[in-house]
């Protein structure tokens, strides 16, 4: 039995990510009340019915907050019951969802009694505040289109038959902010630049030339060895405290070169651990 508890800030894509899980299986209820959730899952997951053994409801602001307040602690109760409790937060940056907004001419649900597009965001960060402190998940939307998303979903959280930690190992530039969904960020800035390479610059660190550029670089085999060292021995901590997921962010100025050749070295070196490993390079499209 497995509930997916989807939440996180209006226009950060919930809705996307719902119907992708309805597509891959679940079954889906949208903006249940947060208060009913234990009764929720007691006539469904409970029942015995194989029609509800994967469900995935979405919780928004638009709740009492003593409710939210209350979800994490449901969930353990759940948990206890032997329920696979997830609860996946989405969010994106303030920026984002504003051009989103404008863009779709829809009303922030929080909007009224004269408050602002901004102020409606603030409020609902304030209000989802206990339930993103406590995600197993959070996927940060800002830089990611639909189709993304969609597929984010289907190897992020839709997991099959796979146990064990989920490592997302991401690529970003910091001329561009820090991911949101990141546990650890790591600064790729310190290596050879390739950039500064004429033959190299159009090119990314998916591309043999800058493989080999970075390759051949002591420094940049030296910070790869280093960093998978700290991983590995850090991994199995977080698998102890019962984490499902793990987010490392790897920088660089543009997001391009050096993060790009990080990332891959990182994560060829965990599938040949057996890790399952999902990679992301949020500047490359």
Same mark, same amino acid.
Request: aromatic letters at 8%.
């Given at each position: 039995?497995?509930?997916?508890?989807?939440?996180?800030?209006?226009?950060?894509?919930?809705?996307?990510?719902?119907?992708?899980?309805? *597509?891959?299986?679940?079954?889906?209820?949208?903006?249940?009340?947060?208060?009913?959730?234990?009764? $929720?899952?007691?006539?469904?997951?409970?029942?015995?019915?194989?029609?509800?053994?994967?469900?995935?409801?979405?919780?928004?602001?638009?709740?009492?907050?003593?409710?939210?307040?209350?979800?994490?602690?449901?969930?353990?109760?759940?948990?206890?019951?032997?329920? %696979?409790?997830?609860?996946? $937060?989405?969010?994106?940056?303030?920026?984002?969802?504003?051009?989103?907004?404008?863009?779709?001419?829809?009303?922030?649900?929080?909007?009224? %009694?004269?408050?602002?597009? +901004? *102020?409606?965001?603030?409020?609902?960060? %304030?209000?989802?505040?206990?339930?993103?402190?406590?995600?197993?998940?959070?996927?940060?939307?800002?830089?990611?289109?639909?189709?993304?998303?969609?597929?984010?979903?289907?190897?992020?959280?839709? /997991?099959?038959?796979?146990?064990?930690?989920?490592?997302?190992? +991401?690529?970003?530039?910091?001329?561009?902010?820090?991911?949101?969904?990141?546990?650890?960020?790591?600064?790729?800035?310190?290596?050879?630049?390739?950039? =500064?390479?004429?033959?190299?610059?159009?090119?990314?660190?998916?591309?043999?030339?800058?493989?080999?550029?970075?390759?051949?670089?002591?420094?940049? +085999?030296?910070?790869?060895?280093?960093?998978?060292?700290?991983?590995?021995? =850090?991994?199995?901590? $977080? %698998?102890?405290?019962?984490? +499902?997921?793990?987010?490392?962010?790897?920088?660089?100025?543009?997001?391009?070169?050096?993060?790009?050749?990080?990332?891959?070295?990182?994560?060829?070196?965990? /599938?040949?651990?057996?890790?399952?490993?999902?990679?992301?390079?949020?500047?490359?499209?």
């Amino acid at each position: 039995m497995r509930l997916i508890i989807l939440s996180g800030l209006s226009g950060s894509g919930k809705s996307v990510a719902l119907h992708m899980l309805e *597509d891959l299986g679940y079954y889906c209820v949208d903006n249940l009340p947060a208060g009913l959730l234990q009764n $929720f899952a007691r006539e469904t997951l409970l029942s015995g019915d194989p029609s509800y053994q994967r469900v995935a409801v979405g919780i928004d602001a638009r709740n009492r907050l003593e409710d939210i307040n209350s979800v994490p602690h449901t969930v353990e109760k759940l948990r206890k019951q032997h329920i %696979e409790c997830e609860i996946v $937060f989405l969010r994106a940056e303030d920026g984002a969802l504003v051009k989103r907004y404008n863009e779709t001419h829809r009303p922030h649900p929080l909007a009224g %009694e004269g408050r602002s597009l +901004q *102020d409606a965001i603030n409020k609902e960060q %304030e209000l989802l505040g206990s339930i993103a402190e406590q995600a197993d998940v959070v996927l940060d939307t800002t830089r990611t289109s639909v189709h993304e998303l969609r597929e984010l979903v289907r190897a992020r959280i839709h /997991r099959g038959a796979r146990q064990g930690l989920s490592l997302l190992i +991401q690529s970003f530039g910091f001329r561009h902010g820090l991911p949101g969904d990141s546990d650890f960020v790591f600064d790729a800035r310190g290596l050879p630049n390739p950039y =500064w390479e004429p033959g190299l610059r159009a090119l990314t660190g998916k591309d043999a030339e800058v493989r080999d550029y970075l390759g051949k670089s002591a420094v940049a +085999q030296s910070f790869i060895r280093d960093l998978a060292g700290f991983l590995e021995h =850090w991994i199995p901590r $977080f %698998e102890n405290s019962n984490r +499902q997921y793990l987010t490392i962010s790897v920088g660089c100025t543009g997001g391009y070169h050096r993060s790009v050749f990080v990332v891959e070295s990182l994560a060829a070196r965990f /599938r040949e651990l057996g890790r399952d490993v999902l990679v992301r390079h949020n500047e490359l499209k």
